[in-house]
Nanobody, 127 residues
Framework: QLQLVESGGGLVQPGESLRLSCAVSGFPAADYAIGWFRQAPGKEREGVSCVGRTDRSALYADSVKGRFTISRNNTKNTVYLQMNSLKPEDTAVYYC????????????????????WGQGTQVTVSS
C-alpha cells in the first residue's frame, strides 16, 4: 500500500524559507506523479505545485511561482517543496498526494487527479 508522509513544516517569519518533504513508501516514487496542496482555515484546497516524471514537468500556482520549487529524489523516494520568501498568506496545512504517472509523464494541480494523500504538515508564517 502506498503511503505518503509529509514533514518539514513549522513556524517561520515572513521572508524566511522552509523545505517540505514528502516521503513515499510502499511503491517506487518514480512511478507516481506527486502534487503539493495546501488548505488554510475557511479556504478551499489549492494545488500549489506538482511534478511528473521529471522535474522539468513541474507546474506551479501563480501565487507561488518564482518562490517555490518542487523536486524529486527517486533514490530517496522523496519529493521536496522548497519554499522561499514566505508570506503570511502561505500559512496553511500542506499535503502531498500521489497518482500513477501517465504515459505523458505530466502532472496536474487538480486535487481530483490524485488517489493517495498524506496527512499534512502545518506551515505558519507570522511575525
Amino acid at each position: 500500500q502506498l503511503q505518503l508522509v509529509e514533514s518539514g513544516g513549522g513556524l517561520v517569519q515572513p521572508g524566511e524559507s522552509l523545505r517540505l518533504s514528502c516521503a513515499v513508501s510502499g511503491f517506487p516514487a518514480a512511478d507516481y506523479a506527486i502534487g503539493w496542496f495546501r488548505q488554510a482555515p475557511g479556504k478551499e484546497r489549492e494545488g500549489v505545485s506538482c511534478v511528473g516524471r521529471t522535474d522539468r514537468s513541474a507546474l506551479y500556482a501563480d501565487s507561488v511561482k518564482g518562490r517555490f520549487t518542487i523536486s524529486r529524489n527517486n533514490t530517496k523516494n522523496t519529493v521536496y517543496l522548497q519554499m522561499n520568501s514566505l508570506k503570511p498568506e502561505d500559512t496553511a496545512v500542506y499535503y502531498c498526494a500521489a497518482d500513477p504517472i501517465t504515459l505523458s509523464g505530466m502532472c496536474t494541480r487538480h486535487s481530483g487527479g490524485y488517489r493517495d494523500w498524506g496527512q499534512g504538515t502545518q506551515v505558519t508564517v507570522s511575525s
